[in-house]
């Protein structure tokens, strides 16, 4: 349950009390006795109290960052840590070995990534060699190819020749024959009893003799023509030629084989951009591997000092990356946490100064927070959250400690105060009874802060009115008074 209390000045009730008396000492003539007070300038302060637990500001959970063998940690709830405190050391044998084995495995693809890259590059070389060797042999395979035509066409032309001469010759052979038949036909069918017998067989052997002295000759030049065979050093020349040749197209032949062999075993850049990716990724998972090593090495550390809350390993636990560890709370900032009633929250705002009551203890403090959302309790009644920073944290805080928080919602100085007994409302709004000239008085004002002992009264009453505090109703109103205190 919350309570209000008024902080008010003394000089207030001073002027209150003595004002009373002096009513009591010139009341004008009769009438009933009041208890009354003067309406007196003053301090006056709303505050709000209500209890809560100490509780830390700031709070982290802390999680395994890989997933390992626990080798040491030793604490439990309740336990301070210092800022920097080793909490927690993993066991590092499985990332150290696979530290090693990703380091394999990249060097292992960077060997085979460069063996191929060298290969393609030796392979690119003999390559252009091959090409070189094949415009080469083609060059030579033309040149023979021609002198060997040209060698095949001139023994041609020569034979063509020497046959053509020789039959021309033994044509005009076969024709001085056919002379010297028809000159023998003719020497036979001479009459040896012509006169003329001697003369005309005696020339036609002189034509006779002639036409075989022209065969002898003809005979002679048919003997003297070229052969139509090829000489001795010609043919080795020849057949010199032909064994060049096929020696030509042979390694021609070798060259081209062996460009394409070694064309299709260059690596174009596609499948060099495939291989440097390959040695990326082991170049990666190393990084990677190592990363995770470092994590492990690092272990757990506090981030800040404060008390373990919640610790959820031991030594010789084996945890997955995420499992919660240990929570620790902050003890450089506290904050009491207390329930405010739906009643009194429209009060409360942040940066309001309280009162935190420990173990007899008094800290100062500010509301640092409202919660937005409402909760009901074990009873339904609906409460919200509010948090009150404690300003300086000593020692003798210690988180779960049942605090007393007296939260001050108003303050104001040098306002006008009646006691609360004589505070009244109906329909009509908010009013006191005074005395007047002796007379009593309903006046409606307008109140600011209430407390249960003091209101502060902004319109309707000014400085001095005798305001009635003990029982009254509206039928003695216009009645005579006297006011007095006791």
Known sequence: MSKHKL???????AVIIAGAGLLSAFGI????????SYAARGSIAGSIEESGDIEGEHEYTYFARVSAPVKWVDMKVGDVVSAGDKLLIYDTEDFERSVSEAGISREQSEENVKGQIDRSNEYSAKFSK????DEA???LYALEREYCNSIDEGQYSDNWNTSRT????????????KEIAEKQREQAELDEDDEDYKHDYDELNEDIAELNEDIAGLREQLASLPPTELTPEEYEKANDTKNWMDDITWNWTQSRTQRNNYETAILNESQKEALEKQTDLAKSKE????????????GVDAEFGGVVTECNVKSGNVVSEGTPLFKIVGSDDLKVTVMISKYDIGQIKTGQRAEIEISGMTYTGEVSRINHVATSEDSDKTKVA???????????????????????TDEQEDVLLIPYSG???????????VIEDGIIVKKYVTAGIKTSEFVEIKDGLKEGDAVITDSITDSQVGEKAVGTVH
């Open 287 to 298: 990084e990677a591997a190592i990363y995770e090593l470092s994590k492990a090495e690092s």
């Open 7 to 13: 902080i008010s000045a003394l000089g207030a009730a």
């Open 386 to 408: 509010v948090e009150v920073h404690i300003d300086e944290v000593d020692e003798n805080l210690i988180l779960g400690l049942e605090a007393d928080v007296t939260i001050y």
């Open 130 to 133: 091959a090409v070189a060797e």
């Open 29 to 36: 003539g009769g009438g009933k006795e009041h208890e009354v």
């Open 166 to 177: 020789s039959d021309s010759i033994n044509i005009s052979i076969a024709d001085k024959n």
């Open 423 to 433: 505070f009244y409302s109906d329909d009509g709004g908010d009013y006191c009874y």
């Open 137 to 139: 042999y083609a060059v």
